[in-house]
């Protein structure tokens, strides 16, 4: 379960109805061209918690069977309904995904004792592995190291998707925990997280970039700090720029121009400006997507 895993892009049409030719292609870009080591499916980058449990079910399905256990797939289903999580994870585990991960409950303030009844209840559900989301800029929910190590002792419990900038925790927990996965969640970051010992990475910029952020990762398994450091700079000019264009619309839209179905994204969410499409051809051209 280690490497580079792409949190996967999902295509939608003006509708907001997932189109299945696009998210096969989709697929087989990451798998294909990107060569990472697996997928995140239903993330936050796949526009998740704006989709029906029916929609999350056909993205989990349509995955699998264009992936043909090519990679591994992690299946996100956190979710505050904890009987649409349970549902979710049964269906993934029923269709061979090698683990599952859940966000922390999110909206209202739930305790910890909450929060690990959660966790506790999925895994009993579903008997599958679980990876601990944690991404406390989105949720609210800022977990403590007491609070990893409470729920690290449950062996299902196979490691943690490490979005969060306190890279005091996170080498504290790659020190508590040597035998558990850690990845790292910030694309911008993936050095600083290779450096920290982090097992591998989750990104939404991988669909476009993973090559790139494979040969980071890499360079410092070799100890080419410096190497590796100057793609960090390139990627992040990378980032800089489609942050500023907007994420989800133009990841796909570069996919759009490159010949792949990535329609659009998922309202409320705004379409992707066509004003700005010489921007993301200049994007393609300069950074050899």
Known sequence: MKGLFSALLVPFDENGRIIEHGLRDIVRQNIDVQKVDGLYVNGSTGENFMLSTVQKKQIFKIVSMENKGAVKLIAQVGSINLDEAIELGQYATELGYESLSAVTPFYYKFSFEEIKNYYETIIENTKNNMIIYAIPSLTGVSMTMAHFNQLLQNEKVIGVKYTDG???????????????????????????????????????????????????ME????????????????????????????????????????????GTVKKPMAPFDPIKKEEIHQLIKEFNL
């Not at 850690?182 to 669909?207: K, R």
């Not at 960090?232 to 179905?261: C, Y």
């Open 166 to 216: 306190n890279f005091y925790l996170l080498e504290r927990l790659r020190k508590r925990f040597p035998n558990k996965i850690i990845y790292s969640g910030f694309d911008e970051m993936l050095i600083y997280g290779m450096i920290s010992g982090v097992d591998g990475a989750i990104g939404s910029t991988y669909n476009i970039n993973g090559r790139r952020a494979k040969q980071i």
């Open 219 to 262: 360079l410092c398994l070799e100890g080419k700090f410096a190497e590796a450091y100057e793609l960090q700079h390139i990627t992040n000019d990378l980032i800089e720029k489609v942050l500023e264009l907007g994420l989800f619309q133009s990841l796909k839209e570069i996919l759009n121009i490159k010949g792949i179905n990535a």
